[in-house]
């Protein structure tokens, strides 16, 4: 029964194979059609550039699913077609040829039956592969007609709302539109009863109640849990006062939002009043964000302010802030009411100049103000030698552009180039603003990184809140490229050709493979310094290794074990890089002549951690420097000297040179102390109390005993030398110095003379100095001046035998 069992599931397994491909095959097959249908509908609409751009995204987005279908059925089967693959190829190639050895007929068959399987896997994949260009084209072309309608409507001219011709006409639109926002809509005349009314009033009072509560007190609600917060001592005050600071925004915002509920359960409004009525909501939330933000970048605390202008430039860039955000509120208020009724082409510009006008004028101060910012130093005479840090130069470029922007826009305006302004101007104020929260948050993450390590305020200055920073930059670019003027498909976009990767051969790495290959070698790295860590801690210290040794396999086990997890990541990411061994080889060529050197010294390093002729905390002596080995690496070793400097030494230099090792195997060595007597003196009494001497140093062994030698009678004294054997010789500098000292005791206890050198100086020619010989010299030169007065030495009384 089991075999029958077994048979069957091997029938099924092998049906399976041999029809999946054909149901995919199927699958595909259907999609195609309705993706052909699509494909040249969307053909059309390209060729003719005609159709509105609801259309167009329409089309785009059906595009864009069918794509990704095509996307995953280009890995359909790719297990089993590189199965396929590497059974044929494991079959050998095939005769070529009239001469050929003919094939044996059952690798013929075999060879035959794999191909068949082979081909009838890939053409779905094929199909997909063709289809899925066919499909990026498309989509590249509609995006590019989408692009250039957007490029038009910014170079497009209305009238100029300098002209009082359309003032008149812009007021009767914006009342007639705000006529038809509170009936709802052009036919609509039905009014709400009081029976209504008075049913929802109880909901509508609690709701304007509660907002209104919400509006006034939230603010001050928040300032005195901060008071209560300070009062306590609370840890990390300044994490606490940015969490309290944002109930200053969520309080008001949620009165707003509970006003808007309230008026549109009156339904007094209609649909479009109420679109209107939550958008007003939205902006009142905005506007006190952004107010939020100005009171985070120009606090009134030098502590939490984050651009440090003097206290009443603060205040005016608050006061700046708050006005540029209520003109921009106003004015896209105006432009939604007109929006809702039948506008004329002026309209918009005429209703929106004044607004604009103002927020460009309230931009043009912003930007004198932070054009002025300059890094705080104490020393003013020092401030023009003080170079300018990164956030001072991107304070000032803000504020230069802010200027720029502020000029720019009313002149577009005047021109009639509203598109443009509006494109222009608000974006650049809304990215101010952004930058600006990204600056809060900045600081709030350096301000949790100092409570977490305890850092405090000092943290503010470390890495980790810099690279917060630049985290925070990358999160908020898609922000930045909506808010000038990008569609959200083209980020979209971005991130699908992002995801697919890029190709290198026949091979994709996607960033899928990037972040596999990084999780492993972190895994592995971790593993292999957690295990140098208790080897070096725990193990080798329990065994009969010395240091070096010790060092040496932890050194070892370090670099192996970094080399199996760069290993292990790129099979784990699935990365083949044998379409890169032909390159690679050629570069090594190149590589191995211009890194010779390094290449050398990494070999040397191998060889020193493996023969170990020198370990750490050596005393060896190499090119003329001396000193103790503190460190082994793989291309160098550092030495320290007596002196106190590090010597860093290529290990090739110790592989091959000459290295003189004091302390290697043991710390026995001999030290050598001359000693030198005056003649007359008694030798063997010199002897003995020279081997007295030495015997009563400590470290001097025993076993071979100190050996004293009378070795020359001297220009000057009797030659001695002391030579012993220490027990460490790293002390060798202060037995000699000790040594040096008892000798110099006993020999004054003893009457024992230590001579010095004398020397006499005999003059050849002693005449040569005599003042009457200089003086005839000087009267046979010749006198220019006759007028000169004349000049005479008394002669000192010359030394008759010329000695001195």
């Not at 099924?12 to 993706?35: G, K, M, N, T």
């Not at 494909?39 to 390209?46: F, G, L, W, Y």
């Not at 106190?644 to 004091?662: F, M, Q």
């Amino acid at each position: 029964m089991r075999r029958l069992l077994g048979i069957a599931a091997a029938l099924f397994c092998a049906l399976w194979v041999i029809a999946a491909p054909l149901v995919a095959q199927e699958e595909l097959s259907a999609d195609l059609e309705r993706w052909s249908t699509l494909a040249q509908r969307a053909e059309t609409a390209v060729d003719l550039g005609q159709g509105s751009e609801e259309l167009f995204e329409s089309l785009r987005a059906s595009i864009a699913d069918f794509r990704t279908q095509f996307n995953a059925a280009r890995d359909l089967n790719a297990n089993r077609i590189a199965t396929l693959r590497e059974q044929i190829a494991a079959l050998g190639p095939p005769p070529e040829g009239e001469n050929a050895t003919p094939e044996a007929p059952d690798v013929a068959a075999k060879r035959e039956e794999l191909n068949e399987q082979l081909n009838t896997l890939l053409v779905p994949v094929q199909k997909a592969d063709a289809e899925y260009v066919r499909a990026d084209a498309l989509i590249a072309q509609i995006d590019q007609i989408l692009r250039e309608r957007q490029a038009d409507r910014l170079l497009q001219v209305v009238p100029t709302p300098l002209n009082p011709v359309h003032w008149q006409q812009a007021l009767t639109d914006l009342v007639q539109a705000a006529q038809l926002l509170w009936s709802g809509s052009p036919e609509s005349d039905q009014a709400v009863s009081w029976d209504e009314l008075r049913e929802t009033l109880p909901l509508v009072l609690g709701l304007s109640l509660l907002g209104a509560v919400l509006i006034l007190k939230g603010q001050a609600w928040s300032l005195l849990l901060v008071q209560q917060l300070q009062s306590l001592g609370a840890r990390g005050i300044g994490i606490w006062r940015f969490l309290v600071s944002l109930l200053r925004i969520i309080l008001p915002f949620a009165g707003l939002v509970l006003l808007a509920l309230a008026a549109i359960s009156t339904d007094l409004f209609g649909p479009k009043g109420d679109e209107v009525i939550l958008t007003l909501a939205v902006l009142g939330g905005i506007m006190l964000g952004v107010r939020w933000v100005a009171e985070r970048v120009f606090a009134k605390d030098e502590d939490e302010a984050l651009i440090l202008l003097p206290p009443d430039k603060r205040l005016l860039a608050r006061v700046y802030v708050n006005l540029i955000t209520v003109t921009l509120i106003l004015s896209e208020l105006v432009i939604l009411v007109l929006e809702a009724g039948y506008p004329a082409e002026a309209s918009i510009a005429a209703l929106t100049f004044p607004f604009y006008l103002a927020s460009s004028l309230v931009l043009f101060r912003i930007g004198m103000l932070l054009r002025g910012y300059h890094d705080p130093v104490n020393d003013e005479a020092a401030l023009a030698e003080v170079r300018a840090s990164t956030l001072s130069r991107v304070v000032r470029m803000l504020g230069s552009g802010a200027v720029a922007v502020a000029c720019i826009a009313p002149l577009l305006l005047a021109a009639g180039y509203f598109n443009a302004a509006e494109a222009l101007l608000p974006p650049y104020i809304m990215t101010l603003a952004l930058l600006g929260l990204v600056m809060a948050l900045q600081r709030f993450t350096a301000d949790v990184y100092g409570a977490v390590t305890g850092q405090g305020v000092a943290a503010r200055e470390a890495l980790m809140p810099v690279l917060f920073g630049m985290l925070l930059l990358i999160l908020v670019a898609p922000v930045l490229a909506l808010i000038w003027g990008a569609r959200l498909t083209d980020l979209t976009e971005l991130w699908a050709a992002f995801s697919r990767g890029f190709a290198i051969g026949e091979n994709r790495i996607s960033p899928t493979d990037f972040l596999a290959f990084a999780v492993i070698f972190a895994i592995g790295y971790v593993l292999t310094r957690l295990i140098q860590s208790a080897l070096r801690t725990n193990v080798l210290p329990k065994t009969r290794l010395d240091i070096g040794g010790q060092n040496a396999i932890v050194s070892g086990l370090g670099y192996v074990g970094i080399f199996l997890a760069a290993l292990a990541a790129i099979t784990g990411a699935g990365l083949d890089l044998s379409s890169l061994a032909i390159v690679a080889g050629a570069l090594s060529v190149g590589i191995g002549f211009g890194l010779q050197n390094i290449v050398s010294n990494f070999v040397s390093g191998i060889i020193l951690l493996i023969e170990r002729p020198i370990s750490e905390g050596d005393w060896i002596e190499v090119g003329g420097q001396m000193g103790y080995v503190r460190d082994i690496s793989v291309r160098s070793t550092r030495i320290e000297t007596f002196d106190r400097t590090d010597v860093i030494v290529p290990n090739a230099d110790l592989v091959s040179g000459t290295v003189t090792n004091y302390t290697r195997g043991n710390t026995v060595g001999r030290l050598i102390v001359p000693v030198g007597v005056a003649y007359g003196s008694d030798t063997r009494k010199i002897e003995r109390i020279l081997t007295e001497v030495a015997e009563s140093q400590p470290m001097v062994l025993t076993q071979p005993g100190p050996n004293i030698l009378f070795l020359n009678f001297g220009a000057d004294s009797l030659e001695f030398e002391i030579r012993c054997y220490l027990r460490d010789v790293n002390w060798m500098m202060v037995v000699k110095s000790d040594i040096n000292h008892a000798i110099a005791e006993r020999f004054a206890a003893e009457g024992i003379e230590i001579p010095f050198a004398q020397r006499d100086i005999w003059l050849r020619n002693p005449e040569v100095l005599h003042p009457t010989q200089r003086g005839d010299a000087a009267a046979a030169k010749t006198d220019n001046s006759e007028d000169r007065p004349e000049m005479r030495t008394p002669d000192p009384d010359p030394d008759p035998e010329g000695q001195t």
